[in-house]
């Protein structure tokens, strides 16, 4: 039998001739197909600036670097993978978590309003699992504060109109190659509207350079290869047919496990807001046992998050937490169980981890 992974990165022929091509022609760093991944990004997106980095988690650093957060609260969610906070720290701010929404696991606005205060210098929702957050909603529940939108899982989702990464002061992204798309390697990016901002996080990638030799701001070398950008256009150019994809076995599984008890299906979208899936993660009170049940069968599982940040030991110890701060998101923890999904995946693998879902729990009634 064989195994189903949870993810499997595509990698083409088109792919890797586009970066070896890059690699015999161009810059190693700094080249042309990274100028060029930059604007195609940007078009993508509908913003007018975007700028490439050597990760997502650099890309949320600098962009709070950029909008000065230094010495100042930024409102985020403990529901998420660990560099949604400690990006905050690096970048100078203090994170002060706001707990999530029982119904589609993204910050709750009214925690983020309950929460601001006059040091709040920026909020940084998560667009969890390719969902995208209520940011409306969240740009109302405080006004003329920051926003950095963490868009590191979510290439290519709509909310109301408009692509992820397109709204507040700027959005970030990770091309880590289990992402929607990746670069064959780290990488990430900054979209924003803002050209003065831009500018600034191009310095802060680059050394904090003014002239070759001459450097204005303590800046980082945090740029992404020339390679990397070259193999991630050609991703680029694939990503909305995988995005349909993901959506289609995000239908299927709902269609195959909608009459299941014990489990809560994602939620599939509306007219306003079109996820995109970089996981497919159901929720369940016996999450272990059915992972186990998965595994057995050759199918693998994974958990976001089994521990929110504000309980990881570097928060604990430097931010005094105990538990019971976030409830919903300490739920969450103990029950989302995500399943396989990448856009290679075919009708007849989704149809086994769903028959292997239905047995295990007629198993168990």
Same mark, same amino acid.
């Given at each position: 039998?064989?195994?189903?992974?949870?993810?499997?990165?595509?990698?083409? +022929?088109?792919?890797?001739?586009?970066?070896?091509?890059?690699? @015999?022609?161009?810059?190693?760093?700094?080249?042309?197909?990274?100028?060029?991944?930059?604007?195609?990004?940007?078009?993508?997106?509908?913003?007018? %600036?975007?700028?490439?980095?050597?990760?997502?988690?650099?890309?949320?650093?600098?962009?709070?670097?950029?909008?000065?957060?230094?010495?100042?609260?930024?409102?985020?969610?403990?529901?998420?993978?660990?560099?949604?906070?400690?990006?905050?720290?690096?970048?100078?701010?203090?994170?002060?978590?706001?707990?999530?929404?029982?119904?589609?696991?993204?910050? &709750?606005? =009214? @925690?983020?309003?309950?929460?601001?205060?006059?040091?709040? /210098?920026?909020?940084?929702?998560?667009? =969890? $699992? /390719?969902?995208?957050?209520?940011?409306?909603?969240?740009?109302? @529940?405080?006004?003329?504060? #920051?926003?950095?939108?963490?868009?590191?899982?979510?290439?290519? @989702?709509?909310?109301?109109? #408009? +692509?992820?990464?397109?709204?507040?002061?700027?959005?970030?992204?990770?091309?880590?190659?289990?992402?929607?798309?990746?670069?064959?390697?780290?990488?990430?990016?900054?979209?924003?509207? &803002?050209?003065?901002?831009?500018?600034?996080?191009?310095?802060?990638?680059?050394?904090?350079?003014?002239?070759?030799?001459?450097?204005?701001?303590?800046? $980082?070398?945090?740029?992404?290869?020339?390679?990397?950008?070259?193999?991630?256009?050609?991703?680029?150019?694939?990503?909305?047919?995988?995005?349909?994809?993901?959506?289609?076995?995000?239908?299927?599984?709902?269609?195959?496990?909608?009459?299941?008890?014990?489990?809560?299906?994602?939620?599939?979208?509306t007219k306003d807001l079109k996820p995109v899936f970089h996981l497919f993660a159901i929720r369940?009170d016996t999450r272990d046992v059915l992972a186990k049940s998965l595994g057995e069968n050759g199918?693998?599982?994974?958990?976001?998050?089994?521990?929110?940040?504000?309980?990881?030991?570097?928060?604990?110890?430097?931010?005094?937490?105990?538990? /019971?701060?976030?409830?919903?998101?300490? #739920?969450?923890?103990?029950?989302?169980?995500?399943?396989p999904m990448f856009p290679e995946m075919t009708n007849e693998q989704v149809d086994r981890v769903?028959?292997?879902?239905?047995? %295990?729990?007629?198993?168990?009634?």
């Amino acid at each position: 039998m064989n195994r189903i992974p949870i993810s499997r990165p595509i990698v083409t +022929k088109e792919m890797t001739e586009a970066a070896a091509n890059a690699l @015999a022609n161009e810059r190693l760093v700094m080249g042309e197909s990274m100028f060029k991944f930059e604007e195609e990004f940007a078009r993508y997106i509908g913003t007018e %600036h975007a700028i490439s980095v050597s990760s997502g988690t650099d890309a949320l650093i600098l962009a709070m670097m950029a909008l000065d957060v230094r010495g100042r609260d930024v409102l985020t969610t403990p529901f998420s993978f660990v560099a949604t906070g400690t990006s905050i720290v690096h970048a100078g701010g203090t994170p002060i978590f706001a707990d999530v929404s029982n119904e589609d696991y993204d910050i &709750d606005p =009214l @925690a983020i309003e309950a929460n601001v205060n006059e040091n709040t /210098g920026g909020i940084m929702p998560v667009d =969890l $699992f /390719g969902h995208p957050a209520r940011m409306d909603e969240i740009a109302e @529940a405080a006004p003329n504060v #920051k926003i950095i939108e963490d868009a590191c899982q979510a290439h290519g @989702a709509v909310y109301k109109g #408009k +692509k992820c990464g397109s709204f507040g002061d700027a959005g970030c992204f990770s091309f880590y190659p289990t992402k929607n798309m990746t670069v064959g390697g780290d990488g990430g990016m900054v979209t924003t509207n &803002d050209e003065r901002l831009a500018d600034a996080i191009r310095k802060l990638r680059d050394c904090g350079r003014v002239s070759r030799y001459e450097h204005d701001v303590f800046g $980082f070398t945090s740029r992404l290869n020339t390679a990397n950008a070259a193999f991630g256009r050609v991703q680029l150019r694939h990503l909305d047919e995988w995005n349909e994809r993901r959506r289609a076995i995000a239908r299927r599984y709902v269609d195959n496990l909608k009459d299941v008890d014990g489990i809560v299906l994602p939620t599939m979208g509306t007219k306003d807001l079109k996820p995109v899936f970089h996981l497919f993660a159901i929720r369940c009170d016996t999450r272990d046992v059915l992972a186990k049940s998965l595994g057995e069968n050759g199918i693998d599982t994974a958990v976001h998050y089994p521990i929110p940040i504000h309980m990881q030991p570097a928060y604990r110890n430097a931010y005094e937490y105990w538990g /019971g701060e976030f409830p919903v998101s300490e #739920k969450l923890s103990t029950q989302m169980l995500s399943l396989p999904m990448f856009p290679e995946m075919t009708n007849e693998q989704v149809d086994r981890v769903c028959q292997v879902i239905n047995e %295990h729990y007629a198993q168990s009634i």
